[in-house]
C-alpha cells in the first residue's frame, strides 16, 4: 500500500507541474538580474527561466508521458497532426468542427493526442483555445476523462474566467475527482490572482481531508512575500510548509535563492545554499545560474567561475536559457574563448532568438571586442527585422561603455529612423559615453532627459541599470562632483545595490576628489549593509584631512 501511495503522490505532482505555470520572477523576483538593456527585462529563469527558466516550471506530467507512450510509433506525426489542426484553427472560430473533422477521416482521438495538444497550446500562451479544448473533452468525451483532464479544465477555467467560476466547476466535477491534484491546482490559481486568504481556507480543508498539499503550492506563497516589506513571513511559510511534511523541492531553493540574488545579499545567497546542502537536495543548473551570476554582480569572479564550471557540468542538453546566462558570465569573467564556444552552440541550436544576439553583443562589447559586437548586431539586422529599442540598446550601451560617442549618437539617430522610440536606458547609456567622452555638460543633459521619463521599478533594479549607473557615479566621483554622486546614489540605495563596498567606496571617492569632509561616511556605510575594506579606511584617512 505504501509502495502505491508513493506512486499516485509522484504522479499527482507532476501532473501539477504540467498544470499549473509557476514564474520564479514575480514581484520583487522580476528580473532583477536580467542583462538586456531594455525597458522590461525578460525573466532571468524566465523567459530564462527563471529568464524568468525555473522562471516557469512547465514540465510534462507523468500521466501525459504515458498516454503519449502508448500511441503506436506510426502514429505519432498524426498526433502532431491534430495539435497542428487546432493550432490554425482561425480565431473566433470554434475547435469543435476540427475534431468532427478528424474524426470524419476515420481517426480516433487518444487521450495522448489531447494531452500534446493542450502541451503544445499552453507553450503558445493559447489559453482559450486550450479551454475550448477541454470544455469539448468533456462534453463530447471522445474517451473516459480521468483526473488530469478535469484538472486541465478547471486550470484554464481559472485562468480565463476568474476563481468564482473555477469554484463553481469544482463543486459539479464528480467527487470521485475532486482529490489532492484538483485542490492543489484550484489553490495555484488561487495564488497566481494574489488571493492569499481563499487559497489558506483550501489548504486547512486539504489538511482536514488528509490530502497533501504540493510543494508547488508554497513555492508559489513564498514568491507572493518575496518583497522586502513581506519577506519576513517567508519563515513562517518554511515553518508550516515542514509541519504539513512537504518535502522542499529544488525549485523551492531557487526560488529563495533568487529572493537573496536580487536584493543583492550574499550572504543571504550562502545561508540558503547551505540550507539546500543540510538539507540533501541536489542543486540544478538553476541553482548554480543563480549562484554564478549573484557572484559576478557582486565583482567577485573567482567564485563565480566556480559555479560557471557546475553550470557546465550540470548542463542538461542544450537549454537555450542556459546558454544565454553562460555568455553573459563568459562577458563577466573575460573569457572570449568559452565565450565564442558558447555563442557557436546557441548558433547550432534550430532557432537564435534575437534575445540571444541582444546578449551575445553585450557579452563581447563587455571584452572590449567591439569589431564582434558590430559583426553580431549586423547579423541580427539581416535576420531578424529591427523592432525593439533592446536591440539598439545593445550596441549602443557597448559604444557609450568605451567611449565611442559618435558611433553611439549614430545609432541613436537609426534608431530613431527606424520607429523604434529611445528609453531611460537608452538616455542613461548616452550620459555615460558623454562622459567617458569627456562632455561633462551634455552627459548632464542627457541624463536629465532620462530622468525625466518614465521608468519601472523593475528597469531601476536591472542589472544594466544599476551597472550603468554606478559607472556614470564613478566618473562623478574622479570629477569630485559629490551633488551628481548623491543622487544617483540614492538609486543604488533604493536597489540594494549599495550592500557592496565597491559601491560605497565610489560615494567616498567623490568626497576624496571633492576634498569634502563628513564624519559621518563609515556609519552610512555600515548602516547600509556594506562592509568597508582596506581601501575604505585609506579613503576616509584621507578624508579626515579635510577636517577644518
Not at 563581447?364 to 569589431?371: L, S, V
Amino acid at each position: 500500500m505504501n509502495f502505491i501511495s508513493i506512486l499516485r503522490q509522484r504522479r499527482i505532482t507532476s501532473a501539477l507541474h504540467q498544470t499549473i505555470v509557476i514564474s520564479l520572477s514575480k514581484q520583487s523576483i522580476h528580473s532583477c538580474h536580467s542583462f538586456c538593456s531594455k525597458t522590461s527585462d525578460a525573466n532571468f529563469t524566465s523567459e530564462n527561466s527563471e529568464s524568468k527558466k525555473e522562471e516557469r516550471l512547465i514540465a510534462q506530467s507523468a500521466e501525459s508521458k504515458k498516454e503519449e507512450k502508448l500511441i503506436a510509433p506510426g502514429m505519432v506525426a498524426t498526433r502532431n497532426s491534430l495539435s497542428q489542426r487546432i493550432e490554425s484553427v482561425p480565431m473566433g472560430e470554434s475547435v469543435g468542427s476540427t475534431f468532427q473533422s478528424w474524426m470524419g477521416d476515420g481517426l480516433p482521438i487518444h487521450r495522448g493526442d489531447i494531452f500534446h495538444t493542450i502541451n503544445r497550446l499552453r507553450k503558445l500562451k493559447s489559453n482559450k483555445r486550450a479551454l475550448e479544448v477541454m470544455e469539448w473533452v468533456i462534453r463530447e468525451r471522445p474517451y473516459r476523462p480521468k483526473e488530469l483532464d478535469y484538472s486541465y479544465l478547471l486550470e484554464f477555467t481559472a485562468k480565463l474566467h476568474g476563481i468564482s467560476q473555477a469554484e463553481s466547476l469544482f463543486s459539479r466535477i464528480p467527487s470521485e475527482f475532486q482529490n489532492e491534484l484538483l485542490y492543489n491546482n484550484l489553490i495555484l490559481g488561487c495564488l497566481n490572482r494574489g488571493m492569499i486568504r481563499l487559497s489558506l481556507a483550501y489548504m486547512k480543508k486539504m489538511r482536514e481531508l488528509g490530502h497533501p498539499i504540493s510543494y508547488l503550492v508554497f513555492n508559489q506563497l513564498i514568491i507572493l512575500h518575496s518583497s522586502p516589506s513581506l519577506k519576513k513571513s517567508i519563515p513562517k511559510i518554511w515553518t508550516q510548509m515542514k509541519a504539513d511534511k512537504v518535502i522542499p523541492h529544488v525549485s523551492t531553493f531557487n526560488i529563495l535563492l533568487k529572493i537573496e540574488a536580487n536584493q543583492h545579499n550574499i550572504e543571504g545567497l550562502l545561508k540558503v545554499f547551505g540550507d539546500m546542502e543540510r538539507a540533501k537536495v541536489e542543486p540544478n543548473e538553476v541553482s548554480y545560474c543563480i549562484l554564478a551570476t549573484a557572484h559576478a554582480v557582486a565583482r567577485l569572479y573567482t567564485v563565480s567561475e566556480t559555479y560557471i564550471e557546475a553550470i557546465e557540468k550540470s548542463a542538461t542538453g542544450q537549454n537555450w536559457s542556459t546558454l544565454d546566462i553562460l555568455v553573459i558570465l563568459y562577458g563577466y569573467l573575460g573569457n572570449r574563448s568559452d565565450l565564442e564556444r558558447t555563442w557557436g552552440i546557441i548558433l547550432e541550436l534550430s532557432h537564435v532568438r534575437s534575445k540571444s544576439y541582444v546578449l551575445a553583443i553585450e557579452a563581447f562589447g563587455r571584452i572590449g571586442d567591439i569589431c564582434r559586437a558590430e559583426e553580431l548586431w549586423s547579423v541580427m539586422k539581416s535576420k531578424n527585422s529591427l523592432k525593439s529599442n533592446e536591440q539598439f540598446n545593445s550596441l549602443i550601451a557597448v559604444y557609450c561603455r568605451h567611449g565611442l560617442i559618435t558611433k553611439a549618437t549614430a545609432m541613436y539617430k537609426e534608431m530613431e529612423q527606424s520607429g523604434c522610440k529611445p528609453n531611460a536606458i537608452t538616455f542613461r547609456h548616452l550620459a555615460l559615453g558623454c562622459l567617458k567622452a569627456g562632455l561633462v555638460k551634455e552627459a548632464i543633459k542627457t541624463l536629465q532627459l532620462g530622468m525625466d521619463m518614465e521608468a519601472s521599478i523593475k528597469v531601476k533594479r536591472s542589472t544594466p541599470w544599476l551597472e550603468t549607473t554606478l559607472s556614470i557615479v564613478e566618473i562623478f566621483a574622479d570629477n569630485g562632483d559629490v551633488e551628481n554622486v548623491e543622487k544617483l546614489f540614492e538609486e543604488l540605495k533604493k536597489a540594494n545595490y549599495t550592500r557592496y563596498t565597491f559601491v560605497y567606496n565610489a560615494l567616498i571617492k567623490a568626497y576624496v576628489k571633492g576634498k569634502v569632509y563628513d564624519p559621518n561616511l563609515l556609519k552610512r556605510m555600515i548602516l547600509g549593509g556594506a562592509r568597508p575594506d582596506s581601501e575604505t579606511y585609506s579613503l576616509l584617512k584621507v578624508i579626515d584631512k579635510f577636517q577644518t
